[in-house]
């Protein structure tokens, strides 16, 4: 019988890291068919919470957060750039990249998980942000992201124009954080192992085949990182 694990991908859109830590894990999953089913669920963080709307460039945001110079932020995030385009993603990064607030975004990928496509609105989402620099705080965005990922732009009108779900993001995103998730990406299988930082496929991989052959979850929440 083949194992099934249950992966809680906790990221946000806004996180250039969490781009790279899908890929890889997706790649890893695809490397596991046949051998172990995975049952991936989108989790909700956000990096900046208080960000307004109109968001701010990602190098005043990084300079008063962590004091880093513009210099050393272009290179961090051409480091990142360079390894999503080996993973076949393009990530635009320029000093007038702007952060933004993610939390409707967060929203509309609840709903997404409702109706099965939050795989594939992440994968807009992050296209839309991270490769178009797109402002994902603002709905005409959120919306053109919804239709390719084949949600019906109507019904995330709908929710993006009411507090749906607002409550349901909010209580995920004080769970994770209780169960010791302070960063992401991570990646929780099984309500067990915590898996931190955007991983390679092959370590995604190993680490997903050595749980699946241990003894079935008791359903504990993850140990810290």
Not at 60 to 81: F, N, W
Not at 179 to 194: E, F, H, Q, S, W
């Amino acid at each position: 019988m083949t194992p099934t694990l249950r992966i809680d991908f906790v990221s946000d859109i806004a996180c250039p890291w969490c781009v790279l830590g899908l890929l890889g894990l997706e790649e890893a999953i695809g490397r596991l068919a046949g051998d172990v089913d995975v049952d991936l669920h989108f989790q909700p963080f956000e990096l900046s919470p208080d960000m307004a709307p109109e968001g701010r460039t990602v190098v005043d945001h990084l300079a008063q957060a962590y004091g880093s110079t513009p210099d050393e932020i272009l290179q961090r995030r051409a480091v990142v750039s360079d390894r999503a385009a080996a993973l076949g993603f393009d990530m635009k990064t320029s000093l007038e990249t702007r952060v933004y607030n993610s939390f409707n975004a967060h929203r509309l990928m609840h709903w997404a998980g409702l109706q099965g496509r939050q795989p594939a609105l992440a994968r807009a989402l992050f296209e839309a942000y991270h490769s178009r620099n797109e402002n994902i705080a603002t709905a005409d965005v959120l919306l053109d992201a919804a239709e390719p990922a084949g949600l019906d732009r109507d019904s995330a009108s709908a929710v993006l124009g009411s507090d749906q779900y607002a409550n349901d993001v909010r209580q995920a995103e004080y769970l994770w954080q209780t169960r010791g998730v302070t960063g992401v990406p991570a990646a929780i299988i099984d309500g067990r192992y915590l898996i931190s930082g955007a991983q390679p496929a092959e370590a995604y991989e190993q680490a997903l085949r050595q749980i699946a052959a241990q003894p079935q979850s008791d359903g504990n929440p993850p140990a810290p990182a």
